[in-house]
């Protein structure tokens, strides 16, 4: 079997001899010529019907090449038949909601996952129920009507596990979607214990330049013919430029995640050693939920780390105003190194109670480690702690 480093490299490209190129091509194009009206019609047809392609694209709206192979990239990395790429991750994840309202009304979600996520389902915008369950709750809140399981793993921002392949099994006939952003397929591969989608934010660790905005579900090709109704219908489609860079950033994929994961494990245990520093979330330490799974379902730990300072809140928004070489700022996976305070970004929208319930407090900071030399961050990361235990001390 072709491993995962390879397949990075190469996916998404099996048509570039034949047209002569070695490197995507970009097709801008918003609309395309129709010579023949009963081919434009059939195609039309197919494609507002979900089809993957057809003879003539017609509409940008509905189908693009250069979108088509980054699908065909992200298929070929998760092992399943189909993607379906978006402009963005919520978008994608709009997508399979709406889709899942053919099915039922309600939807079991396990806390925590990304802030805006549970914000969508929270307040009902997609016209679903969502009920808030604990992984071991799933067989039991079943109902006629539950269109989908969710869940996030690792969680954001906590990184805590969650048993994927127990999870399908809960939930029976009903179709499990695992947000699989921090992990990415170098890590973890759901489809293949049984997810029925597979969402990534793709602005995040798939482009990995902080320059895309994109989002994709991988799934079966029955699956994906309903996303592509909703995409085509809603126009959440991914631009061809922005499916040109995605595609161009996947070849470093696994280059990059194993650099940030060897940076993260060197800073993680430096973190859990440091006087400021409360506790340290991160799934090499053994200190998030089910880190059994590491070796198992996650070929490892990943390169996000959430930290709790002693001093509380004010020591929090002092590390995030001290570090130099770190950027202050929401969103991960990129080659450099982020660091953000989930309770007051990403997760603000999230009900405070169930904030605290999931172990989002004030003192919480997620540390995104990119792909620098590792003793530079941590001489950044040092000095703005030793600030902040020199502060509370004073």
């Known amino acids: 079997m072709t491993r995962i480093e390879t397949l990075a490299v190469h996916a998404g490209r099996e048509d570039f001899i034949a047209l002569g190129v070695n490197a995507p091509p970009i097709d801008l194009s918003t609309t395309y010529p129709v010579t023949d009206l009963d081919v434009g019609t059939a195609s039309f047809d197919a494609l507002v019907g979900g089809a993957a392609s057809a003879a003539n694209p017609i509409y940008a709206r509905l189908h693009n090449p250069t979108v088509g192979r980054v699908e065909q990239a992200m298929a070929t990395l998760e092992a399943t038949e189909a993607c379906v790429a978006f402009g963005s991750g919520m978008a994608a994840l709009t997508a ?19 802030g805006t996520s549970d914000h969508l389902l929270a307040s009902g915008l997609c016209g679903l129920e969502a009920e808030f369950v604990e992984t071991g ?5 079943l109902r006629a009507d539950t269109a989908l399981v969710m869940i996030e793993t690792p969680a954001n921002p906590t990184l805590d596990l969650v048993d994927i392949a127990a999870v399908v099994a809960s939930a029976g006939a009903v179709p499990v979607l695992v947000d699989s952003t921090f992990a990415t397929p170098v890590l973890q ?3 293949r214990l049984g997810a029925a989608y597979v969402l990534h934010s793709a602005t995040k660790f798939l482009s990995g330049h902080g320059d895309v905005m994109a989002g994709i579900v991988c799934c079966s090709e029955q699956r994906a013919r ?13 631009h061809p430029f922005g499916a040109y860079l995605l595609h161009r950033g996947l070849p470093t994929l696994a280059l990059r995640v194993e650099r940030a994961q060897a940076n993260a494990i060197v800073l993680a245990a430096r973190l ?12 090499g330490l053994g200190t998030v ?18 930290f709790e300072l002693v001093a509380g809140y004010e020591a929090a928004a002092a590390v995030m105003s001290l570090v130099r070489l770190m950027t202050p700022a929401v969103s991960l996976g990129s080659v450099d190194t982020l660091i953000q305070h989930p309770a007051g970004l990403t997760h603000r929208v999230v009900d405070p109670a169930a904030r605290e319930a999931n172990g989002i407090g004030p003192a919480l900071l997620r540390l995104s480690v990119g792909i620098e030399q590792v003793e530079d961050l941590w001489v950044d990361l040092r000095q703005a702690l030793d600030a902040v235990r020199l502060s509370a001390a004073a």
């Open 96 to 114: 399979v909601l709406m889709d899942a309202r053919s099915r039922g009304g309600h939807v079991l979600v396990v806390r925590p996952l990304y």
């Open 289 to 306: 939920r089910n880190a059994h799974l590491l070796g198992s379902q996650m070929a490892g730990p990943g390169s996000l780390i959430a």
């Open 137 to 141: 709750d799933i067989a039991a809140r």
């Open 189 to 191: 591969q759901p489809a």
């Open 226 to 238: 309903g996303l592509r109704v909703v995409r085509a219908a809603t126009g959440a489609l991914l």
């Open 272 to 283: 859990a050693e440091h006087p400021a520093v409360a506790k340290v979330h991160f799934p």
